[in-house]
């Protein structure tokens, strides 16, 4: 059974070291432990040293397909930890027993990283597709301010894979397989206004893009962002675009136009590679 390295026995300078209060950056915030389990730590002691006459044809699992939360970025509020699930797809003559998938941020593993999503399970539950080939999943959390200390976390992250051949021969592994988001989560508000309003007057609609901020777990004005007003008549199903505005510096949304006919006003916003989109739902003006 393969041991992971936050429940593997350790000694010497490695047991002192998990001892250790988190360290701290400059303003403050602490830092969690970001000690990533290498391909030997995560499957090293099972796997089986093949026969010297073998070693040159050692065949190593294939890694065809990773996902991460089925597809989607990783969105992440102030609060409430995100728990979402990994699968990995890869492929062995004798078969696939085990797999592993984690995300990290940063520049490279050694001295670059700033950042450690770690599964939550020692072990990933595999089901077959065929004799040589298996699907494993695994799940992973993210809690806001701990594993996302920092705010700067927010963006594209590295996705490690590893893979463990059913006769436990060979380790397929890989820091840099593939890149997931993990986002700060966002929403838009709306507000039309008069209501009811009278052909050809005007119309304010005013409003706010926020986002979810991880180091004081508050909702903060996204400042500088583009943010179209869209429109649907109150007989349609289809919202088309008006105009589009940018945001204060404190996030807020304000702009006008005329009544035409009764229907709907809402702002959305498309999101960017640190924020999710939002939309706000459509506050309806009744034109006499």
């Known amino acids: 059974m393969r041991i992971r390295a936050t429940v ?41 040293a093949p026969r010297a006459s073998a070693r040159a044809a050692t065949t190593l699992p294939v890694i065809s397909k990773v996902v991460v939360n089925g597809g989607k970025d990783v969105v992440v509020g102030t609060t409430a930890a995100k728990k979402f699930t990994v699968s990995l797809t890869a492929s062995h003559p004798s078969g696939v027993s085990d797999a592993y998938v984690d995300l990290w941020h940063g520049t490279n593993v050694d001295d670059g990283m700033d950042g450690l999503l770690l599964p939550n399970e020692d072990m990933a539950s595999c089901k077959n597709v065929s004799a040589t080939t298996a699907t494993c999943t695994l799940t992973i959390t993210a809690y806001p301010g701990d594993d996302l200390y920092k705010n700067s976390l927010a963006g594209t992250w590295h996705v490690s894979a590893g893979a463990l051949a059913a006769d436990e021969s060979a380790v397929a592994y890989t820091d840099f397989y593939s890149k997931a988001r993990v986002q700060r989560f966002s929403k838009v508000t709306v507000n039309a206004a008069p209501e009811p309003v009278k052909k050809g007057k005007t119309i304010t609609v005013t409003g706010k893009l926020w986002r979810a901020n991880w180091e004081d777990f508050a909702y903060h004005g996204y400042a500088g962002q583009s943010v179209k007003l869209q429109f649907r008549k109150k007989t349609s199903s289809t919202y088309s675009t008006v105009k589009t ?31 999710p989109t939002a939309t706000a739902a459509g506050d309806f003006v009744d034109v006499k």
Do not use: C, M
């Not at 350790?10 to 391909?39: C, E, W």
């Not at 136009?257 to 999101?271: E, L, P, T």
């Open 8 to 48: 593997a026995a350790v000694s010497g300078a490695l047991a002192l070291s998990a001892l250790v209060v988190p360290a701290a950056q400059a303003d403050g915030t602490a830092v969690p432990d970001l000690h990533k389990p290498t391909a030997s730590e995560l499957f090293g002691n099972v796997v089986k």
């Open 245 to 275: 505005i940018k945001t204060s510096s404190t996030g807020t949304l304000k702009t006008t136009v005329k009544a035409s006919v009764d229907g709907y006003w809402r702002y959305s916003f498309a999101g960017t590679s640190t924020t």
